[in-house]
């Protein structure tokens, strides 16, 4: 693929959604980065305005991303904790399920690192269960998600990721790619091949 392609098709497949209100907010957990999860959190949840917070991970990452948080100012008594969820199916099917306990069809917003966003728009429509889902981003990298190619780290996170989304559609986490969609798994393959074939990838977890 030739590199302006690739730019083109990242930006388009990793892209977040416009900011809107929500009522529910959930917090993809994360080992590492919850002070700068948890700052951009704090930034969505003033704009979304959510009535019931998400914080997700297990071994103390959603009480880590509810402290980090709460310590920045989102309101504690909002804060709803999922703690069993070893890996990203995990935290978007038992986050649902705490949201399916609300009344009726909610307007769920997630917050995730920018680089997982593909995984976890398929991962969600996969588990969503009538409810609206909204992707929100946190970057953690000094380039814009359309400047990747110059960091090399990032450049491998998004292979290591792509990857991923290929691990899951062979296991049923995902939804199918509709046949509507502006690109299709042959188009995340080639993706992936062409990142994969720039660099030394590390192996890849499930996490």
Request: proline share 5%.
């Amino acid at each position: 693929m030739h590199s302006d392609s690739v730019t083109a098709l990242v930006t388009q497949l990793f892209g977040a959604d416009v900011l809107v209100p929500v009522d529910a907010l959930i917090i993809m957990g994360s080992p590492h980065h919850i002070d700068e999860i948890a700052q951009a959190a704090n930034i969505i949840i003033q704009i979304t305005k959510p009535r019931v917070i998400i914080p997700s991970g297990y071994q103390g990452e959603a009480e880590a991303l509810a402290h980090a948080c709460i310590k920045r100012g989102a309101p504690a008594e909002r804060f709803v904790l999922e703690q069993q969820a070893r890996h990203t199916e995990e935290n978007v099917r038992y986050s649902l399920a705490l949201v399916n306990n609300l009344p009726g069809k909610q307007r769920v917003g997630y917050v995730c690192k920018n680089y997982a966003s593909l995984r976890c728009r398929l991962t969600f429509e996969r588990y969503r269960n009538g409810h609206e889902c909204y992707g929100f981003t946190v970057n953690l990298f000094e380039e814009a998600l359309e400047d990747f190619q110059r960091n090399p780290l990032f450049k491998q996170k998004l292979a290591g990721e792509l990857k991923k989304v290929l691990n899951y559609s062979a296991r049923g986490w995902i939804a199918p790619i509709p046949p509507n969609a502006a690109y299709t798994r042959a188009d995340i393959e080639q993706l992936y091949g062409a990142l994969a074939a720039s660099q030394e990838t590390l192996p890849i977890a499930l996490r």
